[in-house]
């Protein structure tokens, strides 16, 4: 590719990359709410943006609780204004 040439790019976003672990469901949960995509040449250079919604959240891989903590933990929420 030369400079000043374009080129397009396609990627695909499954759930999966979306995915949390959520201790308390043992599963990799995909959270409801809107997610935004940001493309640029850097984080301070955005060229293009696109968001898109989960209606609900999407249990995306349920596993067993092999290492289930003895203790209480508390999990990492955004706080809703965040999301």
Known sequence: MQPGENQEVAFTLDLRA???FQSGASAWVADAGTYQVRIG????EIRLRASFALAKP???EKVNDVMFPNCAMQELRLKKHQQ
């Open 58 to 60: 999407v249990v995306v």
């Open 18 to 20: 979306l995915a949390s």
């Open 41 to 44: 040449s850097s984080s301070q």
